[in-house]
C-alpha cells in the first residue's frame, strides 16, 4: 500500500485525507448506490441461473455455495467500479487482474501473521518462488492501476472541492473516486501517490465488506425468526423493486442486522495505533488507578473484538441481537462510560462510536477512522437486502464447523457453505 491512508507517515497522511474525504460526499454514495445495486443483480442472477440448471438437471430445488468466495466476488466488483471505475467482473469469469488481486491478499494475509519477515532479506523476492508470484501479482495490477491513472488524468476537468461536489452523479458516466480525485483543483498529485491510495482502498475495501456479509448471513441462518423479520422488512419496503437511497433509510432491521454482524466480528479485529508523544493512558475498568504510562512511538493494540464482546458494554453480549442498538444502555459501574445514546448521533443512519461512547468502533474513531465507513455500510445493506428479498440461506453444515481464521479480517477456514432456496414469494 505504500503511501496510502492506512501505512501513511503523519504528513503523506494529513495531506491525502484533506483530498480522499470530501470525495465520500452525499452525491457520490448515493450514486454508488446504483453501483451496489447493479452488481448485486449479478450474484442475484448467477444464483439464479444455477438453481434452474439444478432443477432442470435433477429436480433438486435448492443449491449448495460457498457465501464467503460469492461475497468476495461481488465486494470486489463493488469496489472496482466504486473508486476507479474498474469493471473486474468477478462475479461472472476469471481474469489475471482478479487472480492476481487474490494472490496478494493472500500473500498479505501470510505477511501480517508470519513469524519472521523472511521477504525482506535481499533477492528473498526473487528466490523464494512464493515471492516472485507476488512480484508478478503485484506488477499486473499495478500495470492495470497505471492505466487507470493515465486515463483519468487524460480527460482531466480541472474543478473546485465544491464543483465537484455538485456534478450531476447520478448521471456521471464516471462517477468514481479516482475522478474526483484527478480532477480535484490544486491536488497534482504524483502518479505514485495515487497508485497507493487506490491499492489501498482496494484492498481495505475489498475482504472486509465480504466478511460482513459473511458473517450477516451465517448469524442470519442460525436465526430463523430474525432471518424471517428480515424478509418481511424487505418485502414490504423494496417489494420486487431495487433498493435506493430512500428505500435504504427504510431498511431500518437490515442495516441494523449489518451493524450486529459488525459488533460480532469486527473487521478488522485489531486495531493499532501509535502514540506521537508520550502520554498516561486511563486505567479503565478494573485497571490501574493511576493509568498507565506511555511513551512516545508506543504501539497499542486495541482489541475490538474484546471490546465488542464484553458484557460491561453489552447484555448477552455473544448473542446475536440486533435489536438492541434500538435501546439506550447505561452502566452506572463503569467509570468515565457514558453509556449508548442513539440521539447523541442525530440523524445517523447506522450506529456509530458516537453513540456507543467508543464501545463500538467497527471503523476505528477520532482523526483516522475509516473514511469509507458509509459507503461500506450501504454496500452491505443492499447486497444483503437483494440476497434476502430473493432466497432463502441455511447453513449446510453445524455452525460448528465453520471455522474461524483470523488475519486482517476474520473470515472461515473452508468457506461458508450454504444451501439456497429461491423464496415462494407470497407477497406478489
Given at each position: 500500500m505504500g503511501k496510502g491512508l492506512i501505512p501513511a507517515d503523519l504528513d503523506t497522511w494529513k495531506q491525502r485525507r484533506r483530498v480522499i474525504a470530501p470525495g465520500f460526499h452525499a452525491s457520490y454514495l448515493e450514486a454508488m448506490i446504483k453501483v451496489f445495486t447493479t452488481c448485486s443483480e449479478r450474484t442475484v442472477s448467477k444464483f439464479h441461473k444455477l438453481?434452474?440448471?439444478?432443477?432442470?438437471?435433477?429436480?433438486?430445488?435448492?443449491?449448495?455455495?460457498?457465501?464467503?468466495?460469492?461475497?468476495?466476488?461481488?465486494?470486489?466488483?463493488?469496489?472496482?467500479?466504486?473508486?476507479?471505475?474498474?469493471?473486474?467482473?468477478?462475479?461472472?469469469?476469471?481474469?489475471?487482474?482478479?487472480?492476481?488481486?487474490?494472490?496478494?491478499?493472500?500473500?498479505?494475509?501470510?505477511?501480517?501473521?508470519?513469524?519472521?519477515?523472511?521477504?525482506?532479506?535481499?533477492?528473498?523476492?526473487?528466490?523464494?518462488?512464493?515471492?516472485?508470484?507476488?512480484?508478478?501479482?503485484?506488477?499486473i495490477i499495478n500495470s492495470c492501476l497505471d492505466g487507470l491513472i493515465r486515463n483519468a488524468k487524460e480527460s482531466r476537468q480541472e474543478t473546485d472541492v465544491e464543483k465537484l461536489q455538485q456534478r450531476d452523479y447520478l448521471n456521471l458516466k464516471d462517477a468514481s473516486l479516482l475522478r474526483f480525485l484527478v480532477?480535484?483543483?490544486?491536488?497534482?498529485?504524483?502518479?505514485?501517490?495515487?497508485?497507493?491510495?487506490?491499492?489501498?482502498?482496494?484492498?481495505?475495501?475489498?475482504?472486509?465488506?465480504?466478511?460482513?456479509?459473511?458473517?450477516?448471513?451465517?448469524?442470519?441462518?442460525?436465526?430463523?425468526?430474525?432471518?424471517?423479520?428480515?424478509?418481511?422488512?424487505?418485502?414490504?419496503?423494496?417489494?420486487?423493486?431495487?433498493?435506493t437511497l430512500e428505500s435504504l433509510k427504510n431498511l431500518q432491521y437490515i442495516r441494523l442486522i449489518v451493524i450486529e454482524a459488525l459488533r460480532l466480528y469486527p473487521q478488522p479485529p485489531l486495531l493499532i495505533r501509535r502514540s506521537l508523544k508520550s502520554d498516561v493512558l486511563p486505567g479503565g475498568y478494573k485497571g490501574a488507578k493511576d493509568g498507565y504510562a506511555i511513551p512516545a512511538g508506543t504501539?497499542?493494540?486495541?482489541?475490538?473484538?474484546?471490546?465488542?464482546?464484553?458484557?460491561?458494554?453489552?447484555?448477552?453480549?455473544?448473542?446475536?441481537?440486533?435489536?438492541?442498538?434500538?435501546?439506550?444502555?447505561?452502566?452506572?459501574?463503569?467509570?468515565?462510560?457514558?453509556?449508548?445514546?442513539?440521539?447523541?448521533?442525530?440523524?445517523?443512519?447506522?450506529?456509530?462510536?458516537?453513540?456507543?461512547?467508543?464501545?463500538?468502533?467497527?471503523?476505528?474513531?477520532?482523526?483516522?477512522?475509516?473514511?469509507?465507513?458509509?459507503?461500506?455500510?450501504?454496500?452491505?445493506?443492499?447486497?444483503l437486502a437483494m440476497l434476502l428479498q430473493n432466497f432463502d440461506v441455511e447453513l449446510k453444515g453445524n455452525p460448528e464447523s465453520v471455522e474461524l481464521v483470523t488475519g486482517a479480517t476474520i473470515h472461515t477456514k473452508n468457506g461458508l457453505w450454504c444451501r439456497l432456496r429461491k423464496r415462494s414469494h407470497s407477497h406478489h
Amino acid at each position: 500500500m505504500g503511501k496510502g491512508l492506512i501505512p501513511a507517515d503523519l504528513d503523506t497522511w494529513k495531506q491525502r485525507r484533506r483530498v480522499i474525504a470530501p470525495g465520500f460526499h452525499a452525491s457520490y454514495l448515493e450514486a454508488m448506490i446504483k453501483v451496489f445495486t447493479t452488481c448485486s443483480e449479478r450474484t442475484v442472477s448467477k444464483f439464479h441461473k444455477l438453481l434452474e440448471t439444478a432443477e432442470s438437471n435433477n429436480e433438486w430445488k435448492s443449491i449448495e455455495l460457498d457465501l464467503e468466495a460469492e461475497f468476495s466476488s461481488l465486494a470486489l466488483d463493488i469496489i472496482g467500479l466504486g473508486v476507479f471505475n474498474y469493471d473486474f467482473g468477478s462475479v461472472t469469469k476469471e481474469s489475471p487482474v482478479i487472480k492476481a488481486v487474490y494472490g496478494t491478499l493472500f500473500e498479505a494475509e501470510h505477511r501480517s501473521t508470519f513469524y519472521i519477515p523472511y521477504w525482506k532479506i535481499p533477492l528473498a523476492s526473487w528466490i523464494v518462488p512464493r515471492q516472485r508470484k507476488f512480484q508478478s501479482d503485484l506488477k499486473i495490477i499495478n500495470s492495470c492501476l497505471d492505466g487507470l491513472i493515465r486515463n483519468a488524468k487524460e480527460s482531466r476537468q480541472e474543478t473546485d472541492v465544491e464543483k465537484l461536489q455538485q456534478r450531476d452523479y447520478l448521471n456521471l458516466k464516471d462517477a468514481s473516486l479516482l475522478r474526483f480525485l484527478v480532477d480535484m483543483r490544486g491536488a497534482d498529485v504524483d502518479d505514485r501517490q495515487l497508485r497507493d491510495d487506490l491499492m489501498t482502498m482496494l484492498i481495505a475495501g475489498h475482504e472486509t465488506t465480504a466478511a460482513v456479509l459473511t458473517w450477516a448471513c451465517f448469524l442470519l441462518a442460525q436465526n430463523t425468526s430474525k432471518m424471517k423479520k428480515a424478509q418481511a422488512e424487505v418485502d414490504s419496503v423494496l417489494g420486487d423493486g431495487r433498493p435506493t437511497l430512500e428505500s435504504l433509510k427504510n431498511l431500518q432491521y437490515i442495516r441494523l442486522i449489518v451493524i450486529e454482524a459488525l459488533r460480532l466480528y469486527p473487521q478488522p479485529p485489531l486495531l493499532i495505533r501509535r502514540s506521537l508523544k508520550s502520554d498516561v493512558l486511563p486505567g479503565g475498568y478494573k485497571g490501574a488507578k493511576d493509568g498507565y504510562a506511555i511513551p512516545a512511538g508506543t504501539d497499542l493494540f486495541i482489541s475490538v473484538y474484546n471490546l465488542h464482546r464484553s458484557p460491561y458494554f453489552w447484555d448477552s453480549p455473544h448473542e446475536f441481537e440486533p435489536e438492541r442498538f434500538l435501546v439506550q444502555r447505561k452502566n452506572e459501574e463503569i467509570e468515565g462510560w457514558a453509556g449508548f445514546d442513539p440521539s447523541r448521533s442525530p440523524g445517523a443512519l447506522y450506529p456509530n462510536e458516537i453513540m456507543s461512547d467508543f464501545a463500538f468502533l467497527p471503523f476505528g474513531g477520532g482523526p483516522r477512522k475509516c473514511v469509507g465507513d458509509q459507503f461500506a455500510l450501504m454496500e452491505s445493506t443492499v447486497a444483503l437486502a437483494m440476497l434476502l428479498q430473493n432466497f432463502d440461506v441455511e447453513l449446510k453444515g453445524n455452525p460448528e464447523s465453520v471455522e474461524l481464521v483470523t488475519g486482517a479480517t476474520i473470515h472461515t477456514k473452508n468457506g461458508l457453505w450454504c444451501r439456497l432456496r429461491k423464496r415462494s414469494h407470497s407477497h406478489h
